[in-house]
């Protein structure tokens, strides 16, 4: 017999267990269908397993630093025991979702999901019925068209091999390729970032960008730009990578990763008609799709924002609201806030750094270097810089960028007193402990 539910969640990342949860708390019998681990990218081998590496780069780089004044000795993260310890963290985690959601009465189905009709999936050979849907398969490894294709990595092979080559090559200078090269030169391997264009990190300050990649390279981190990567050859002992300038780049492993596109080419969604663009599902201001009992929300969908965990949580929570409430309001995105995981940090909220030189009638921008501030100082931080928009009109904040080793928690003060609208003046009006980086936040405001 067919079994059927109110919703059925397809894809168990983080948007489709918050949505699993929200619905079944309200009261919804609701199955989630899971082709791989449950828990998705950010449990399995996304930003979990990157920060938990990025701790360990952290550790070696402060160490490095420090090691310069003579205070301390380096230190030698070991790869092989570092996973171990990220595998101890993690293993039962796939199993503890799933674990949990059977246990709120959210049924678990394991396998690829495939559209039977507006109202049936096809799991592992049983059918489904749902009376609504939500897709929420979210994002995998863009691939290239080119000879040898199949010896290249993606990001996954990275966060989860047993031992790190040597000599590796990264595909594409974005945000992975970023944490990724931070992580390898931490760990002892040599970094060589092959990248199409001329633009690193296109979504962030590229003056800022460029100091970042100053101090890579001397660190030792080699950088090809307007490197069009054409095929690549397996050979005796190692891997080539061959340019449109028909230059060879040598390592024992090269990953690609150059963006992810919309995990949503197995879902049998062309048999129903569910209408897609390259930006994945296309849903409208409701999350809905063309077809009104199917929605879809994450990094399958065309939403107009980053493909970031933090979204995919937010849609999910609006999608919960909506299935369960009046279904009239729209969506409305809070401000954007992302960084990167490399060392240092390059973090952003608000208005970006472009947009305001373009508009210069409209905002001015300052920069305040903070090198010699105590809390980059006392690590003998190589750079700390923040760039801060002002609305020229009401001298408020709306936007600020960061470079330092603390990039990503400084920016979170900046989104709070942006999102409350704070001038100084109201800022004033708190006291932070001191010294700290929320401290510092005072001083950045003039
Ligand atoms: C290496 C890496 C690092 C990242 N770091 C950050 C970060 O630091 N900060 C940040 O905000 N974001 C980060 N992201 C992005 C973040 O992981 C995604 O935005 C987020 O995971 C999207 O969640 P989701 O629920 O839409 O999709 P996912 O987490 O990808 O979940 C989708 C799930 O659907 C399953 N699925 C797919 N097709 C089917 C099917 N037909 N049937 C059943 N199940 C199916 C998949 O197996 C998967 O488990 C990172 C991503 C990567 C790859
Ligand atoms: N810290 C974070 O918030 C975080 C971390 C990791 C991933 N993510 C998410 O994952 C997504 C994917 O990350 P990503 O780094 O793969 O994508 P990205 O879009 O940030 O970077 C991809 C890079 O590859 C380049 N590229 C594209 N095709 C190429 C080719 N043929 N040869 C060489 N270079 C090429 C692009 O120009 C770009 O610079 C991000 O867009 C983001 O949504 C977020």
Known sequence: MTKSYDVIVIGSGLSGLTIAYGLNKKGLSVAIVEANKFGGAVANYGSTRKKELVAFAELKLTAQQLAKTGAVNELTPNWQSAMAYIDSLENTESLEHETALRKVGIDTIYGEAIFVDEHHIEVAGSQYEGEKFVIATGAKSRTLQIEGSDYLKDSTDFLTQKELPKKVI????????????????????????????ERALAAFDQELVYK?????????????????????????????AITAKGIEYQADAIYCVAGRIPNISDLGIETIGIETDQHGIVVDEYLTTNI???????????????????????????????????????????????STFSQPKLAQVGISIS????????????????????????????????????????????????????????????????????????????????????????????
């Open 170 to 197: 990264f595909i594409g200078a974005g945000i992975i390729a970023f944490a990724f090269m931070t992580i390898a030169e931490a760990f002892d391997t040599e970094v060589t970032v092959l990248q199409h264009d």
């Open 212 to 240: 970042l990649i100053e101090l890579n390279k001397s660190r030792g981190i080699n950088y090809h730009f307007d490197e069009q990567l054409i095929a690549v050859k397996k050979n005796q002992d190692n891997y080539s």
């Open 292 to 338: 009104s009992t199917i929605y879809a929300c994450g990094d399958c969908s065309n939403t107009p924002v980053p493909k970031l965990a933090t979204y995919a949580v937010w849609e999910a929570d609006y999608l919960v609201e909506h299935l369960t409430g009046d279904g009239l309001k729209n969506i409305d995105y809070p401000l954007s806030v992302m």
């Open 355 to 446: 947009h305001a030189k373009e508009n210069q009638e409209l905002y001015s921008v300052e920069t305040i270097d903070m090198t010699d501030w105590l809390e980059y100082k006392k690590n003998n931080d190589a750079i700390a810089l923040v760039k801060v928009i002002y609305q020229k009109s009401d001298n408020r904040i709306v936007g600020a960028t960061s470079l330092s080793n603390q990039a990503d928690l400084f920016i979170n003060y900046f989104t709070m007193a942006l999102h409350a609208g704070w001038t100084k003046a109201e800022l004033k009006k708190i006291i932070f402990a001191y010294p700290s980086l929320a401290n510092d936040v005072l001083r950045a405001y003039h």
